[in-house]
Nanobody, 122 residues
């Protein structure tokens, strides 16, 4: 069993930056792809970014490409999401995910974190 715990969310002004972290515990995830999803009020949960276990390959939603960067440190069992040039439409609860059961862009992941709130004011 794996537990994922996100941190780093908060309130930031438009144009600002935040760095989310996701610490995994329970067993090593060094061979598992990981990612981030988000859910805004009244909207469907959507894919944000994903990264392979090696960290070599990454994928992003078009809406965040060029502004967000996903990375991981397998020695620390942690993944990160650096979010720059934040916009009010980035406001959402951000979820860390691990161990995909299908496409990396689908919601079909074995493990989900509890989520961390990101609020971007205009």
């Amino acid at each position: 069993q794996v537990q994922l715990v996100e941190s780093g969310g908060g309130l930031v002004q438009a144009g600002g930056s935040l760095r989310l972290s996701c610490a995994a515990s329970g067993r090593t995830l060094s061979r598992s792809s990981m990612g981030w999803f988000r859910q805004a009020p009244g909207k469907e949960r959507e894919f944000v970014a994903a990264i392979t276990w090696s960290g070599i390959s990454t994928w992003y939603a078009e809406s965040v490409k060029g502004r967000f960067t996903i990375s991981r440190d397998n020695a620390k069992n942690t993944e990160y999401l650096q979010m720059n040039d934040l916009k009010p439409e980035d406001t959402a609860v951000y979820y860390c995910v691990a161990d995909p059961l299908g496409s990396l862009r689908s919601k079909d992941y074995r493990y989900w974190g509890q989520g961390t709130q990101v609020t971007v004011s205009s």
